[in-house]
């Protein structure tokens, strides 16, 4: 619990670079805003798969196996 309170502080100028790299003390998540892009992504996206019954049959006749 201690280390939410003595929090690492930097001293940096605007614009300078920094010798380390520097991470946020706590990560927040906009569930609704994620979830909105999320959504838009899944939309923007062509289906990837699509079933088609001639290639089907074509790999069924291919890989059967005959005993």
Request: net charge negative.
């Amino acid at each position: 619990m201690y280390s939410n309170v003595n929090q690492e502080t930097y001293e940096y100028q605007l614009y300078s670079l920094a010798e380390e790299d520097v991470f946020a003390p706590k990560t927040i998540i906009d569930q609704v805003k994620t979830d909105e892009k999320r959504e838009e992504a899944a939309e923007s996206v062509a289906p990837v798969y699509t079933y088609n019954e001639e290639t089907k049959r074509k790999s069924h006749k291919l890989y059967s196996i005959r005993v």
